[in-house]
């Protein structure tokens, strides 16, 4: 089970950190996605992180503004998520897998086994 958790309102400019914690497997061996999902419109992958950490790959609208990191002696992942803007505001999901995905596939909602229920990020103009 993965529990996501973290979000809340902020103001633009704002700051919040994201985490996902797993309980009943070890989140050490697997490969990790944020998504998030705004009102109307289809999930999305924000970023995602290797079994290590030694890979993170972010969507553009997010890159260079959000940090995903893992500390596999807690066994959680976290999203920095740094200079916010209203259109970040979403319900975000992080959720894992067994197998490395190809590159072209790491923010496709389908490849992953595991999902949190998600956690609300409010971000006011």
């Known amino acids: 089970q993965l529990q996501a958790s973290g979000g809340g309102l902020v103001q633009a400019g704002g700051s919040l950190r994201l985490s996902c914690a797993a309980s009943g497997f070890t989140l050490n061996d697997y490969y990790v996605g944020w998504f998030r999902q705004a009102p109307g419109k289809e999930r999305e992958g924000v970023s995602y992180?290797?079994?290590?950490?030694?890979?993170?790959y972010y969507a553009g609208s997010v890159k260079g503004r959000f940090t995903i990191s893992r500390d596999n002696a807690k066994n959680t992942v976290y999203l920095q998520m740094n200079s916010l803007k209203p259109e970040d505001t979403a319900v975000y999901f992080c959720?894992?897998?067994?197998?490395?995905?190809?590159?072209?596939?790491?923010?496709?909602?389908?490849?992953?086994?595991?999902w949190g229920q998600g956690t609300l990020v409010t971000v006011s103009s």
């Open positions: 992180i290797s079994t290590r950490g030694s890979t993170t």
């Open positions: 959720a894992a897998k067994k197998s490395r995905p190809i590159v072209s596939a790491w923010a496709l909602p389908s490849g992953y086994d595991y």
